[in-house]
């Protein structure tokens, strides 16, 4: 009387489900006889002996000229002065060579498998607006073609939200996203 009835034990408690039970029972028999039938011994693999190769640095079929070239032969190599000097020119830069540059986000992440950047959109982003990301060695800037807000695509995405864009190039994660004005 003093036996626990498994039956009443509830299943996380139990130490193995009664189904499991079953099926080990049924299938021992069946396991037993399959390993006694098929005793493999373990095989070795037997390596090659390296040996270290001996030189001899002393015997005259070793030369020293033939390794080391003459340093002493070589002609000197020309000095500075023989070049011009280089003048230094300053260039100016038009104001149409510059850009200006507007913070329109920070790349949260990025999904390598299918080259998506999560981007904190901190400014309005419209399709076909060219984003400048930051990346390990520099900058890169590609035009938007698709914008999506939870799997859903979208023609501008609004301050606040986070959206998944298609890049070419891994951006840095934690970085500013640029937007050209």
Same mark, same amino acid.
């Given at each position: ?99 200006? #540059?507007?913070?329109?986000? /920070?790349?949260?992440?990025?999904? &390598?498998?299918? @080259? %998506?950047? $999560?981007? +904190?959109?901190? *400014? ?14 520099? #900058?890169?800037?590609?035009? /938007?073609?698709?914008?999506?807000? &939870?799997?859903? @695509? %979208?023609? $501008?995405? +609004?301050?606040? *939200? ?20």
């Amino acid at each position: 009387m003093d036996e626990i009835n498994v039956y009443n034990i509830p299943a996380f408690q139990r130490k193995r489900s009664l189904a499991a039970k079953g099926r080990k029972k049924t299938t021992l028999p069946k396991k037993r006889k399959t390993a006694s039938r098929s005793v493999k011994k373990p095989t070795t693999r037997r390596s090659k002996i390296l040996r270290p190769v001996e030189t001899n640095y002393n015997s005259p079929s070793f030369i020293e000229q033939d390794l080391i070239p003459e340093i002493y032969e070589r002609e000197p190599l020309p000095s500075q002065e023989l070049f011009e000097e280089f003048e230094e020119k300053t260039i100016k830069k038009s104001s149409s060579d510059f850009r200006e #540059l507007k913070i329109c986000g /920070i790349c949260e992440g990025y999904f &390598d498998k299918i @080259d %998506v950047a $999560i981007i +904190k959109v901190t *400014s309005p982003i419209r399709k076909g607006d060219q984003l400048i990301f930051e990346k390990e060695g520099g #900058l890169f800037e590609q035009v /938007i073609n698709s914008i999506q807000i &939870d799997r859903k @695509d %979208v023609s $501008i995405a +609004k301050s606040g *939200s986070d959206i998944g864009v298609k890049v070419f190039i891994a951006p840095k994660v934690g970085t500013h996203v640029y937007k050209e004005l």
